[in-house]
């Protein structure tokens, strides 16, 4: 089975313009999150979803972040404008079920770079 | 705010030896833990799970749990090169909202052939 696919692996772009992610969760899983892994922060929730609704967004950091799961095998974080302290990876997850016991896989992450 | 504290390392061990890596969680409530192991540009790989107080094995790894003083640990047996990587300590965590996964920053295991 595919895991969850993320798109672009790498981005490098300038502050203040429009940065979008995206992820495909695994076939099936009904939860997605959104990470951000920096090397003072470690691992940050983001935001996550279920059934394609928002659950918990307390994790987004500003107003300049906006995620969006139109659908149960797509979604995307926007970043709008762009800040050098936005640098991070991000990581996509899908779960099948929420709480306990239910392990989270992680996409291969999008590296991102604002000069 | 709930809280997942590792020692961040490195921790280094020669090869063969045993390497612990340990966790200590602040929410009493919590009750599954992970272990997830993610090598140098790579995302988190989940390794072990256990739910449980006591000990779970899988091959070289034992994950060890005690609720009572809210902490968890990962033993690697005939520890290998291919080992060294950071090892992230996960642990559910209940809110409002429902109930997410709190990750620790992770501790780095360097081991030497």
């Known amino acids: 089975d595919a895991g969850v696919i993320q798109s672009p692996r790498h981005e490098v772009t300038e502050m203040g313009q429009e940065v979008t992610l995206r992820c495909k969760p695994i076939?099936?899983?009904?939860?997605l999150f959104w990470y951000r892994q920096t090397m003072m922060r470690g691992l940050e929730l983001l935001i996550y979803f279920n059934n394609n609704v928002p659950i918990d967004d307390s994790g987004m950091p500003e107003d300049r972040f906006s995620a969006k799961m139109p659908n149960a095998s797509f979604s995307t974080l926007k970043i709008q404008p762009s800040e050098p302290r936005d640098s991070a990876v991000y990581f996509c997850?899908?779960?099948?079920?929420?709480?306990?016991?239910?392990?989270?896989?992680f996409g291969d992450g999008t590296r991102l770079s604002i000069l | 705010q709930k809280e997942v504290e590792q020692n961040s390392g490195p921790l280094s061990v020669p090869e063969g030896a045993i390497a612990s890596l340990n966790c200590t969680y602040s929410?009493?409530?919590?009750?599954?833990f992970f272990w997830y192991r993610q090598y140098s540009g790579k995302s988190p790989e989940l390794i072990m799970s256990i739910y449980s107080n006591g000990d779970k094995e899988d091959g070289r790894f034992t994950a060890q749990l005690n609720k009572a003083s809210q902490y968890v640990s990962l033993l690697i047996r005939d520890s290998q090169p291919s080992d060294s990587a950071t090892y992230l300590c996960?642990?559910?965590?209940?809110?409002?909202?429902?109930?997410?996964?709190?990750f620790g920053k992770g501790t780095t295991l360097s081991v030497s052939s």
């Open positions: 076939s099936g899983h009904d939860y």
């Open positions: 929410d009493r409530g919590s009750q599954s």
């Open positions: 997850a899908s779960s099948l079920a929420m709480g306990v016991h239910q392990p989270q896989h």
């Open positions: 996960a642990v559910t965590s209940a809110n409002q909202a429902g109930t997410a996964l709190i």
